[in-house]
């Protein structure tokens, strides 16, 4: 770094000399005023290059207080057993948004919500209360408990209570008339089980899959069986999957695909060959052994009225007519929640949290102010259907034609590399990213050009690209440790701090470059 700073300085000095070479050769040509003003130019200059070469040495101090062990120590935090997973809605998500409003205050930051910290919605949840049970017969009457959590998971929104009975597999659960598709035509499931796959069999990425989009959602799926007389559900993945979705007496549990091909077997059935079916649109649904009999167990409490909220905080702009135009950076806050034992959320998302609290800690104490505004929001409700960022978008805290950008984070807790999607779509943006990690942090940085998906969103920047917002998603790449989705294990231990570090610095200069330009 001295060498660096030592370099600049001697290449200015080597300019001035040569400025006053050319003006002692030609100093015989040149009337006194002419002579007097060149001078008061030169050293005009050179105050320009010193200040600008102290406002430099102010950044990178600044650049070099972000440290991993300050970003382990949040995250840490966020993913400790008293948040109980950032549930969305919960007593204990309301708490670790509290925590974080208490740091920006404390760092500098304004509350951006007309003097709150807090932007509330509402969002109904269920709290999980223990790991439930799944249990199935087999032909020999043998019967078989799962084992949490890699061949089972409870359902977050399950109605409480034990539902037995016979199965029938639904395909994907969807009954679309107008696409002359319908996964129950066949089948007969009142009073059984259902086993369904998630998603939707249309997987190309053009207009015709927008008009199976609203078949995809949970919510949907479990309406649609309750309307065919079901009175339990398996759902073909084994993953955490908060959603707001609840029925009085209807209990469902996760499954895992190995457990759908062992029941699928007991029938005479391949998994591969039904899941090559769907594929093609063939609704390969059928009964299964009524032998073969499923119990689901589940205990929770929904709670309809509950509210959640997005964390802002503001640094606001120096410039009296930039201050006016606002940066969102923005990463979701909300976790997996507790299901009979603690998901601790930290990937996915307390990496992104802490990353965006030590980028706004930075920007908030760093001596060279931005010009434009940046508003750090932590987004609720992104685990049950982007609730957060939907409520910003229809209630935006700054015109959308004042917002010059946003830029989201998930999962950037875990690589060695970092992957900015849309960042090809805007390059005036992207560009300071690009030179900050080139310049300072050299890890591989790929990007993407922006892509409209016709499937159902999945991720914060979607709600903020449409409603009109230039929006970059920053993630990192090249896993070190495995990634663990909704899961248990998604702890601390699977981070790389290192990653996270550059990734807040990153966001520091590249935020700070763009506030500062002429875009």
């Avoid at 249309?202 to 007389?229: C, E, L, M």
């Avoid at 998302?349 to 706004?360: E, P, Q, R, T, V």
């Avoid at 080139?438 to 979607?462: C, G, I, T, V």
């Amino acid at each position: 770094m001295k060498r660096r700073i030592f370099y600049r300085w001697f290449c200015i000095f080597r300019q001035l000399n040569r400025i006053l070479i050319f003006l002692s050769r030609n100093i015989h040509k040149t009337m006194s005023l002419k002579k007097s003003l060149l001078f008061v130019l030169l050293f005009t200059g050179f105050g320009i290059l010193a200040a600008q070469e102290t406002d430099s040495a102010k950044i990178l101090k600044t650049f070099h207080s972000i440290s991993s062990h300050d970003l382990l120590k949040i995250t840490e935090e966020l993913s400790s057993e008293k948040y109980k997973g950032r549930l969305s809605g919960s007593p204990e998500y309301l708490k670790a948004a509290e925590w974080c409003a208490a740091q920006f205050e404390q760092w500098g930051l304004k509350p951006a919500n007309h003097g709150s910290w807090f932007q509330y919605f509402p969002n109904a949840y269920s709290e999980v209360y223990s790991k439930g049970s799944v249990k199935y017969t087999d032909l020999n009457g043998t019967e078989k408990e799962l084992i949490f959590p890699d061949e089972y998971m409870p359902g977050s929104n399950s109605a409480s209570g034990t539902v037995t009975g016979e199965l029938v597999f639904a395909g994907h659960g969807i009954t679309a008339p107008e696409l002359e598709y319908d996964d129950y035509l066949n089948v007969d499931v009142r009073g059984k089980i259902v086993i369904l796959e998630t998603g939707i069999p249309y997987t190309k990425n053009d207009s015709v899959q927008g008009k199976w989009t609203p078949y995809s959602y949970h919510r949907y799926k479990f309406k649609n069986a309750i309307d065919h007389g079901a009175i339990g559900l398996l759902y073909v993945e084994t993953i955490a999957n908060p959603n707001t979705s609840f029925t009085e007496g209807f209990v469902y549990a996760h499954i895992s695909e190995k457990i759908t091909g062992e029941l699928f077997a007991a029938s005479g059935k391949e998994y591969k060959k039904v899941k090559e079916q769907l594929a093609a649109f063939q609704m390969p649904s059928f009964v299964l052994n009524p032998k073969q009999k499923v119990t689901i167990s589940a205990e929770t409490k929904n709670f309809p009225d509950s509210k959640s909220c997005n964390v802002v905080g503001l640094v606001e702009g120096s410039d009296p007519v930039l201050k006016n135009e606002v940066i969102i950076v923005g990463a979701h806050l909300d976790g997996q929640g507790y299901f009979g034992e603690l998901f601790p959320s930290a990937l996915d998302n307390a990496s992104g949290s802490a990353d965006i609290m030590a980028a706004a800690k930075a920007l908030a104490q760093s001596e060279v102010k931005p010009k434009r505004s940046v508003l750090f929001i932590l987004i609720g409700g992104e685990e049950c259907g982007l609730y957060g960022s939907k409520y910003y978008a229809d209630h935006p805290l700054f015109p959308i034609d004042k917002t010059v950008f946003m830029i989201n984070l998930d999962m950037v807790g875990n690589g060695t590399g970092f992957y900015v999607s849309s960042g090809k779509s805007y390059p005036e943006i992207y560009s300071h990213f690009e030179k900050a990690n080139q310049n300072f942090l050299h890890r591989k940085m790929e990007a993407s050009e922006w892509r409209k998906s016709y499937s159902r969103p999945r991720s914060d920047a979607a709600n903020f690209e449409n409603a009109g917002i230039k929006t970059l998603s920053l993630w990192t790449s090249g896993g070190v440790f495995p990634v663990y989705y909704h899961h248990p294990k998604d702890k601390t231990d699977v981070l790389t701090p290192e990653i996270m570090e550059d990734a807040a610095k990153l966001l520091y200069l590249g935020i700070l470059g763009v506030a500062n330009d002429g875009i």
